[in-house]
Structures are given as structure tokens and as C-alpha cells.
């Protein structure tokens, strides 16, 4: 089983920045695909950044040229570094990671963006 373990989010004002990480464990394969869903109360799970096997990277529009999905050499954490947060970026954010033979979610962690 994977397990994903999520760090980085917090509380930030408009304009500041944050990191987020997220730890794969459970085995020794490289993902297919990582990204990063957000999620505001009362909405559907979005997909902010995706990043596939080769190096391909997508973003929701909203944060693009702000914000910048990466991972380490072995496929196993993904990174997710956050610039020029607005209040509308504020929600939970997910780690999504997929393998072959299943798709697996992160706890989420909260980002907070004061005005």
C-alpha cells in the first residue's frame, strides 16, 4: 500500500509564497503521474499541477507563471512551490500520485492566502 505524506502548507499573505512537499512510501516503482488537486468547501477536487513521466508539466490556468510542480530523480516526491498566492488560491491541497495499478490521495494539507 502507499502511503503519501503532505507538508508545506500554512498561513500566508497575499503576494507571499509557500512549498508544498509530498512523500511517497510503500514501494520502489516510479509514478506514472503527480499532481496537485485543491479543493474549497462546497466545490469539486481541481487539479492545480501535473507533472507525467516525461517531465511534461500542466497547470490550471489560474497559476500559471506562480506556480511550479517538481520531483526528485526517483519518482518519489513531488513538490509543489507556490508564488504570488492570491485569497482565491487558499483551499486544501491534495497530493495525487498514480501507478499502474492504483491511485493513490495524500491526507491534504491547508493553504490559507490573507488579503
Known amino acids: 500500500q502507499v502511503e503519501l505524506v503532505e507538508s508545506g502548507g500554512g498561513l500566508v499573505q497575499a503576494g507571499g509564497s509557500l512549498r508544498l512537499s509530498c512523500a511517497a512510501s510503500?514501494?520502489?516503482?516510479?509514478?506514472?503521474?503527480q499532481a496537485w488537486y485543491r479543493q474549497v468547501p462546497g466545490t469539486e477536487r481541481e487539479l492545480v499541477a501535473a507533472?507525467?513521466?516525461?517531465?511534461?508539466?500542466r497547470y490550471l490556468d489560474s497559476v500559471k507563471g506562480r506556480f511550479a510542480i517538481s520531483r526528485d530523480k526517483a519518482f518519489k516526491t513531488t513538490w509543489l512551490q507556490m508564488s504570488d498566492l492570491k485569497p482565491e488560491d487558499s483551499g486544501v491541497y491534495y497530493c495525487?500520485?498514480?501507478?499502474?495499478?492504483?491511485?493513490?490521495w495524500g491526507q491534504g494539507t491547508r493553504v490559507t492566502v490573507s488579503s
Open positions: 507533472i507525467v513521466g516525461g517531465g511534461i508539466t
Open positions: 510503500g514501494t520502489d516503482l516510479a509514478a506514472n503521474v
Open positions: 495525487n500520485v498514480k501507478y499502474p495499478w492504483g491511485n493513490f
